[in-house]
């Protein structure tokens, strides 16, 4: 299967991790380019980011101290778990954005912790905190998101925590 590289500059402050499977790399040359995504729409709207960037604008995201990477899902029900830590251990951000419920219960219950709701997750990977977003699929858009109307809530708590006073 092939895996889109990781998009990851010096000291970033936050590292989106998302989910690679062998459906949806088949499919895309960047980063959270499938139809109805709102990936980038959320960076935007959620202060990350001072303009709204698209799918082929992912590889200037180490510029704005932020990163892209996915987990990589290689069978039924397991992941590159190892590599994804062995990553962040060396990228040091300050936090792992995971961009879906799926994808951090994934490496929770790898890591033997419970399954997460959104937003700070009581575990860590690799020493770096863990922050648990909505995902930004198109065909994840719903009413409720824990108890919130939408998804933007949970990016600007995100916004908010990782942002330097």
């Given at each position: ?17 998302g ?15 499938t ?7 959320m ?37 590159a ?13 300050e ?39 909505p ?31």
């Amino acid at each position: 299967m092939e895996v889109l590289p990781d998009i990851v500059g010096p000291e970033p402050r936050i590292v989106f991790c998302g989910m690679a499977s062998v459906l949806s790399t088949k499919l895309r040359d960047h980063y959270y380019e499938t139809p109805g995504n709102n990936f980038w729409e959320m960076l935007h709207q959620s202060g990350l980011t001072d303009r709204r960037l698209g799918p082929e604008d992912d590889g200037s995201v180490p510029e704005l101290g932020l990163g892209l990477t996915d987990l990589v899902h290689t069978g039924a029900s397991t992941y590159a778990l190892d590599e994804l830590t062995a990553k962040v251990r060396s990228w040091e951000p300050e936090w792992v954005a995971f961009t879906s419920k799926t994808t951090a219960y994934a490496v929770a219950r790898s890591l033997g912790e419970r399954r997460p709701g959104l937003g700070p997750a009581s575990w860590e990977l690799a020493g770096t905190a863990v922050f648990v977003l909505p995902g930004t699929s198109g065909a994840n858009r719903r009413h409720d998101y824990d108890g919130r109307v939408g998804r933007l809530p949970w990016w600007r708590d995100l916004a908010m925590l990782a942002t330097p006073s």
